[in-house]
């Protein structure tokens, strides 16, 4: 596929089907991860942690739909790519940082059919202290700051809808 056309399939997705995500899908993902820029080439200040385990993804549910009394928060996604932070990150980049990972796995997600979608929401509620943390048993001073579920998704073979209308001034 290429660029631009990925960049046209890229859409976040908030439905998925039970179907597995290939382990050579996931192997493509961790790729890109591993092809994303980080502030002052910082790789020591994240941690990816791929979650498969459905106790683990049932705990992220449940616990975030018990505190805020919302919906599914991973929407059904069988495969969760949490972006952690260590002890090494570099404050004032870890949001940058973060964005820029979470954008690499929804393109290669795109390129390979796949459905994705950035959240943030689960990991702010919940805090350090979530039960799903603790059952993902990190190291010591590793915690999530964002992650992207993905999944095989109705529609995300569709191209996006060219909806962005950003305001561009030129200053030639």
Do not use: W
Request: charged share 30%; hydrophobic share 40%.
């Amino acid at each position: 596929m290429e660029f631009d056309e990925v960049l046209r399939m890229r859409k976040s997705s908030r439905r998925y089907t039970d179907e597995t995500v290939s382990v050579e899908d996931e192997k493509e993902i961790l790729k890109a991860i591993m092809a994303s820029s980080v502030g002052k080439h910082n790789d020591a200040g994240y941690m990816i942690a791929v979650v498969r385990n459905k106790e683990i993804l049932n705990t992220i549910t449940r616990e975030d739909m018990e505190k805020t009394g919302g919906g599914d928060p991973l929407y059904g996604a069988p495969l969760l790519f949490v972006i952690c932070t260590t002890k090494e990150t570099i404050d004032y980049l870890e949001r940058f940082d973060s964005g820029i990972i979470a954008e690499h796995i929804q393109l290669k997600a795109a390129e390979l059919g796949l459905g994705s979608v950035i959240l943030f929401g689960f990991v702010r509620h919940l805090g350090h202290d979530a039960e799903y943390i603790k059952k993902m048993d990190l190291p010591e001073g590793v915690f999530p700051i964002l992650a992207v579920a993905v999944g095989h998704a109705p529609g995300a073979e569709k191209e996006r809808k060219g909806d962005r209308k950003f305001q561009v001034i030129h200053l030639d």
